[in-house]
């Protein structure tokens, strides 16, 4: 018997043990453009359930949305049960204006601590303005338990100001010392639109940090067809990429993707040849679209 404890409890232990670093996590960032009735075809009634069913299927574990008002976070909500979220209105830090919120998957995270700051020299802790932003920028963030492996993680998730630039520098270094005080050591995942690519400067702040790396750059592989913003585009293509996943060096990254996935607008019945088609199928004339004007990032990763 002690003999069979020797061989068999070590088994055991090294069976656990691979079991938990074998455990990834889909981690994600997405614009999903707020709901504009002038947005025509494009507009969010048009496209919620497109955006909900992508998310679905590429499996995110947590993923980080920006642009979302209260009526879409309460669609996505309502489409995906699956997941619970975590942020608040930028305007007023309850309900209105643009959340840049965290899903997570319920099954997988238990929720520990949230919160979230606004990007500003002056009171982060209230609504406001930083340096020459046009608007109220918000930074949220969420500590996690992840139920599979045990581990802690940290997800923060923003959306930087789209003409200050001043702004955009100030809000790197400002999301950093945060990370430094709130998450201390401890895995941490930031997402969100930056609206600065990787040509950027002001990028260089975020991915030559102490404690961060671009998830593209630590990828053993990448699948990006295009860059991430399309303004609703089919036919754009751009090398820029402006939506960006960092992760700090706990994190070992398989798989990065940009997600280009597309749709079609029916428009008007096509006749198909009787000749070559049976006469249950039916053709349409359809223009391609696109579920937001910010294509999605993907990362596949463990830590």
């Given at each position: 018997m002690k003999l069979f404890k020797i061989f068999f409890y070590p088994?055991?232990?090294?069976?656990?043990?691979?079991?938990?670093?074998?455990?990834t996590l889909n981690v994600g960032t997405f614009n999903i453009k707020n709901d504009n009735p002038k947005d025509g075809l494009n507009a969010w009634k048009y496209r919620k359930g497109i955006v909900t069913a992508l998310i679905k299927f590429h499996d995110f574990d947590l993923l980080g949305i920006q642009e979302a008002?209260?009526?879409?976070?309460?669609?996505?909500?309502?489409?995906?049960?699956?997941y619970a979220y975590v942020g608040k209105g930028r305007d007023d830090g309850d309900q209105k204006g643009e959340y840049s919120a965290v899903l997570y998957k319920r099954?997988?995270?238990?929720?520990?601590?949230?919160?979230?700051?606004?990007?500003?020299?002056k009171n982060i802790h209230v609504p406001d303005k930083g340096w020459d932003a046009a608007l109220p920028r918000i930074c949220t963030w969420v500590e996690l338990k992840d139920k599979k492996s045990g581990k802690k993680l940290f997800h923060f998730n923003t959306h930087f100001d789209h003409r200050g630039q001043i702004a955009r520098i100030e809000s790197a270094k400002l999301?950093?010392?945060?990370?430094?005080?709130?998450?201390?050591?401890?895995?941490?995942?930031?997402?969100?639109?930056f609206n600065l690519d990787q040509h950027s400067e002001n990028y260089k702040i975020l991915n030559e940090s102490d404690i961060l790396k671009d998830a593209y750059v630590s990828s053993s592989f990448?699948?990006?067809?295009?860059?991430?913003?399309?303004?609703?585009?089919?036919?754009?293509?751009?090398?820029?990429?402006?939506?960006h996943v960092y992760l700090?060096?706990?994190?070992?990254?398989?798989?990065?993707?940009?997600?280009?996935?597309?749709?079609?607008?029916?428009?008007?019945?096509?006749?198909?040849p009787s000749d070559n088609f049976p006469g249950e199928v039916q053709l349409y004339k359809a223009e391609p679209a696109l579920p937001s004007d910010h294509f999605p990032v993907f990362v596949n990763t463990k830590y």
């Open positions: 088994l055991i232990i090294l069976c656990f043990n691979a079991n938990v670093e074998a455990q008002f209260s009526s879409q976070m309460k669609d996505l909500q309502d489409s995906l049960p699956e099954n997988r995270f238990k929720l520990i601590k949230e919160g979230q700051f606004w990007l500003t020299e999301i950093l010392q945060m990370i430094k005080k709130i998450a201390g050591k401890s895995p941490v995942i930031l997402t969100g639109d990448r699948y990006k067809l295009n860059g991430t913003f399309n303004a609703f585009n089919s036919k754009a293509i751009t090398n820029s990429r402006i939506d700090t060096s706990h994190f070992k990254v398989f798989k990065y993707a940009v997600l280009t996935d597309s749709y079609r607008n029916s428009t008007e019945k096509i006749k198909a």
